[in-house]
C-alpha cells in the first residue's frame, strides 16, 4: 500500500504563485508515474500535469507554460510549480501514483487551491 499527502495549497491573487508538494510513503514501486489532477463542484477531474521517473513530463494544453511538474526519486516526492494562476485555475488538487506494472492507481486527498480576480 502506498500513502500520498499533499501540501502547499492556499488563497492567492491572479498573476501569482504557489507549489503544491506530495510526498509519497509505503511500498513504493519505482517503476511508475505521478502526477497532478484537478476538480471543481460539477465537473469531471482533469488532468493537469504528469512526470515519469525518467522526467518524462505530460501537460494539460491550459497550464503549459504556466506550470512545471518535477520529482525528486530519492524522497518520493512530487512538486507542481504554479505560476502565472488564473481564478480558472481555482479548484481541488489531486496528487497520483499509478503503478505501471500492475496497474494501479493512488490518490492523495487533495488541497484547495483559490486564485481571486
Known amino acids: 500500500q502506498v500513502q500520498l499527502v499533499e501540501s502547499g495549497g492556499g488563497l492567492v491573487q491572479a498573476g501569482g504563485s504557489l507549489r503544491l508538494s506530495c510526498a509519497a510513503s509505503?511500498?513504493?514501486?519505482?517503476?511508475?508515474?505521478m502526477g497532478w489532477y484537478r476538480q471543481t463542484p460539477g465537473k469531471q477531474r482533469e488532468l493537469v500535469a504528469t512526470?515519469?521517473?525518467?522526467?518524462?513530463?505530460n501537460y494539460a494544453e491550459s497550464v503549459k507554460g504556466r506550470f512545471t511538474i518535477s520529482r525528486d526519486n530519492a524522497k518520493n516526492t512530487v512538486y507542481l510549480q504554479m505560476n502565472s494562476l488564473k481564478p480558472e485555475d481555482t479548484a481541488v488538487y489531486f496528487c497520483?501514483?499509478?503503478?505501471?506494472?500492475?496497474?494501479?492507481?493512488?490518490w492523495g486527498q487533495g488541497t484547495q487551491v483559490a486564485v481571486s480576480s
Open positions: 512526470i515519469t521517473g525518467g522526467g518524462i513530463t
Open positions: 509505503g511500498s513504493i514501486v519505482n517503476i511508475n508515474v
Open positions: 497520483n501514483l499509478r503503478i505501471l506494472l500492475r496497474p494501479r492507481d493512488y
